[in-house]
Every structure is written in C-alpha cells, then in structure tokens.
C-alpha cells in the first residue's frame, strides 16, 4: 500500500457547476467513458431513470425524469484517483447543490457557447468563491450555433470576476465547426461526427504552419490563423498560481454530446487540479497528509434502503485513511462508532469500501445522529469549518390540514430540516412554521415525506417573503433595540438562531442601511 501522502497527491475531487441544460450530465457520462468507468455513453442518464421507484418521492423523481438525490462518481484515470460530485441541478437543485461544493477541491464550469453565463452559474460561482475555489471552463455545444469565442471570454470575465486562459480554441461552429487548436501544445484535433456513445479516434495535425492543415480546413485555415494570433496577443496565457487562487480559469471548447474537446479538458485537469488541500478547523489547519483520520459530513440523503429508513452521511475524508471496521470519533456526541460497512462510490461498482484516503467521499449509514457538518477524527476533538447554511431562496407556510397533528408535524419538519435540503424558521410574532429552500421541489418532497414517515397531510402555501439573512451582532444593547424595532420581520431558525425574514429585497436593503451595527449574514456557519 503507498502512503497516505502518495494517495492524497492522485486526488481530484471535483464538481461540475452549470446553469441546467448547459451538458452537465452530458459531460459527466463522458468523463465516466474516458475513465473507462462504462463502456457505453448513455448509462448515468439510463442509472437515473432505472433506480427503483421506492417510495412515493422516488416515484416523483422517477417521473420526472430527475434526481432528487445527488451522488458521488469515482473512477481512475491516468495516475489519478478522480472523485467526481454530483450537483443537483434542475428542479432538484437544493441547498445540498452548494453544499456539495464545500466538500470539493476544484470546479469545473460548463457553459452553453450559445447562451453563455446564466444565472445558476453567477450564483454558483458565488458559492464557490467561498472558499477560493479553483475553476475550469468547459465551453460546450460547438457543433451548434453560437456566440463569438471571444465575446464569450469577455462575459466570463467581466461577468464571473475571473480571467480567461484558453488553453484550446474553436476552428468554427455550427456546421462549420472544424475542430479545436490545442495552443500550448500547438496541435489541431479534427472533429469528425460518428458514434458518439464510444470513444473514438481523432484526427490531429502537428502545428498550426504544417500544409495539412491547409488540406483539412480549406478556407478556415487562414482564419484560424489569424485569429489565434489575435488571441495570443489578447488573451492570458495559463498562470497556475493564480488559477489555484481562484483568479484565473483555463478555458476548453467541445461538444460533449460528441465526445470532442473532452479528452484534452480531462487530460489537462488531472494534470493541474489541485489534490486535496490543508483545510481549517475551529482550531488549527489540518494538513491531508496527516496519519490520523478526519471530515466532516456535508449532505445526507435520505430513503436510500426505505425498508431500513436508513439515512446515509456523505462524509469527505480530509486527512489520513479509513478502514473498514475502524473506530472512528463522532466529535459532536464525544463518541466512538466503529464504522465497518461504509459505503464506496466506485463508479463502475457500488460496493462496500476498504480503505479510503484524502479527497475521497464514504457514505456513513446512520439512523439520525449525524448531522452536516459533523467532524469525525481518531479522538482529537476538531471541527471543521466552512460547511454553512445558505440563505434560502423560496419559503412557503406549512398550512395543517388536521391541526391534532401538530406536534408530528413540528418533529418531522425539524428532523427532515436537520438533512439539510430545507430550513425551517418560527417567526417571533406568530407560531407559523417557515419552510425555506433553494430549490422549489423540496417543499413536494417534504409534503410527501410528511404523509409517509410521520403520517402528517400538509400543504406548502405561498408567503411573500423574498430572502432571509442571519443575524450577528457584537454589542448585546444594539441587539436589543434592533430585535424590538425588526419585531415583525424576525424568526428564529431550528438552531436557535435569530433570522431577518424579508418580504422583499429592497426592503432588505433598507434594514441594512438602518442598522449598519448589525451584520445580515448570507450563510451561516453549521
Ligand atoms: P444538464 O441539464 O446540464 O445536465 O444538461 P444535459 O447533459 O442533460 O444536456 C442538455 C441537452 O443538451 C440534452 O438534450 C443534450 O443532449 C444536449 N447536449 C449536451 N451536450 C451537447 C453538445 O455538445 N451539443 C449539442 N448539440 N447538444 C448537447
């Protein structure tokens, strides 16, 4: 076995962030080919629609065509172990959307050449900046009609904050999409259409001066060529420093749904990502190389096994190795667990895991007692940082429609919040309870959830209340006077924590300026 240092230096733990429809699963099924991890494109999407239909919410997924739940894709490549995390994205987009990020070393961006930055992207960069997360660009649908290269370079950076290095460009597109040029290897790939579903063989020609080139692109050459100079002229070349501060983002171009650009994206992100990294705790740096164990758990998912309610904890290794059987100390409750059927997430085969080392994710079963942002060492009493609760987005009132029912609805409304894809909020001046989330299928399934596992009928009503922000204030008096004269706009979340619940944005804004003693936190540390 090499070293826990060995190991952790092949890590590539990412995630894909995009607005939906850019090619995110498209992609991912690609990646998976490359990694040898399926034989054939075409197994995530089939896996999604396969999964049986377990309970009514597994139903609704099913239907839908969509994952409710978000998983975790490992497979090898080259001499790297790549650990790839699912980001839910359309409907099912939920707070465990960002949080998944928090769990990551590097991102991978996937724009649409036609529609360039859209709003899930803006807001998922925001997330990640974070925690100054490195980011690569993957520009994709080339094979269709799209915006100007260059126009889009200059959106992602004026719009996103981070500087472009492209690393391949397109020889057209559309019909007349030609290819790419690799510029720091000085190398043409052809495109060439055909069987998308395997990987297949592609065309390159060495240097953009050598006469095949004329032969292949007719007309375009001298296009290309000049606009790869202009480019050179004009663009920043790949700076590794300042793409591992999150400053700078190497861009690609490809057509995914074709198999093209995809190898060189790949290639070029085992080489540069970074592995996993030292991360903080509430009391010191934890450096990955560490003998010792220690992560922390950032999404739960639920009803994965619905005949055992199992609930399982997505735990990110930080620092030394698991092994199966092995003890490990659930910091918050101050006890040992001995943990001996964790769960792996190879993609080709989901089985149970031997050993697992920095960067990788292994599913913890529980029954409840883990929460997110729980931190699990070999005894030292740590706690990891930087797994908060985002503002949520959307709220709807939980209406009751057997009011005997109300303290099985409070208890499964708290517990289903301590998973984390919802939040729930009390209001100081009545007993409403508040569901926030970011993502608009979760007030369904928690409806459903309800009904199934604590037997409550209730309805999501819509309420005008625009965001909510964390309150922190350093002078006890300052609070006091804001918490009488906020009164009506004020709630407390399950926590216990004070919360600004805002009908609209601007009147967000104004509270802001009024209190400028009082801080209106987006996100809150678990
Ligand atoms: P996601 O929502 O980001 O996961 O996007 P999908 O991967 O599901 O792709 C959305 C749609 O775009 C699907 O119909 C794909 O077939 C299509 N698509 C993905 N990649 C490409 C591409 O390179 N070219 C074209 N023309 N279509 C693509």
């Not at 915006?147 to 200059?154: C, K, P, T, V």
């Not at 928690?446 to 922190?472: G, H, M, P």
Request: glycine share 6%.
């Amino acid at each position: 076995m090499s070293s826990i240092s060995d190991q952790a230096k092949r890590r590539r733990t990412f995630a894909i962030i995009s607005h939906p429809d850019a090619g995110k699963t498209t992609l991912t099924e690609k990646l998976l080919l490359f990694g040898g991890a399926i034989q054939l494109a075409g197994t995530v999407k089939g896996r999604k629609a396969a999964r049986h239909a377990t309970s009514d919410w597994m139903t609704m997924e099913k239907e839908r065509g969509i994952s409710v739940t978000s998983s975790v894709m490992q497979f090898p490549y080259k001499d790297a172990m790549v650990n790839l995390l699912d980001t839910p994205g359309h409907e099912d987009f939920s707070e465990d959307t960002y949080r998944t990020l928090t769990a990551v070393d590097s991102a991978l961006m996937v724009i649409d050449v036609a529609k360039g930055v859209e709003q899930r992207t803006i807001k998922l960069m925001d997330v990640c900046r974070l925690r100054t997360t490195p980011i690569f660009t993957f520009i994709n649908k080339l094979d269709r009609e799209g915006r100007d290269a260059i126009d889009l370079m200059d959106e992602v950076e004026e719009v996103l904050k981070i500087k472009c290095a492209p690393i391949t460009w397109p020889i057209g597109m559309g019909k007349r999409f030609k290819g790419v040029y690799h510029i720091e290897q000085d190398k043409v790939f052809l495109y060439q259409g055909g069987d998308a579903s395997k990987k297949q063989a592609v065309t390159v020609i060495d240097s953009l001066d050598n006469p095949q080139l004329d032969e292949a692109l007719g007309s375009q050459v001298d296009e290309l060529r000049e606009e790869i100079e202009l480019v050179q002229g004009a663009s920043h070349g790949f700076d590794k420093e300042a793409y591992l501060r999150g400053e700078l983002s190497p861009v690609f171009f490809g057509s995914a749904i074709n198999n093209f650009g995809v190898q060189e994206l790949l290639d070029y992100f085992v080489e540069h990502a970074p592995p996993p990294q030292p991360r903080e705790t509430t009391t010191r740096s934890v450096d990955p190389t560490e003998e010792k164990l220690t992560g922390f758990v950032f999404k739960i998912q639920a009803n994965m096994d619905p005949q055992h309610r199992d609930r399982i904890a997505f735990f990110r290794v930080c620092s030394g190795s698991y092994t199966r059987g092995m003890k490990m100390r659930h910091v918050r409750i101050g006890r040992d667990v001995q943990v001996a059927n964790a769960m792996t997430f190879l993609a080709s085969d989901r089985g149970h895991v031997e050993e697992a080392f920095p960067g990788d994710i292994i599913g913890l079963h529980n029954h409840g007692t883990i929460r997110i942002g729980d931190t699990f060492t070999q005894g030292e009493a740590l706690k990891y940082t930087g797994v908060p609760n985002f503002a949520p987005e959307l709220f709807r009132r939980a209406v009751l429609k057997d009011p005997l029912r109300m303290k099985a609805l409070q208890k499964g409304l708290e517990q289903l919040s301590e998973e984390g894809a919802t939040q729930l909020f009390r209001p100081l001046r009545n007993n409403d309870l508040i569901l926030g989330a970011v993502g608009v299928l979760q007030f369904e399934v928690v409806a459903q959830r309800l009904k199934d596992e604590y037997k409550v009928e209730c309805a999501f009503e819509n309420i005008s209340v625009a965001t909510a922000r964390w309150i922190d204030c350093d002078d006890p008096k300052t609070l006091e006077k804001f918490r009488e004269k906020a009164y009506d706009n004020l709630a407390i979340d399950q926590a216990g924590e004070l919360v600004y619940i805002a009908p609209t944005r601007v009147n967000l804004e104004l509270a802001i300026e009024r209190h400028p003693d009082v801080r209106f936190l987006a996100t809150r540390e678990i």
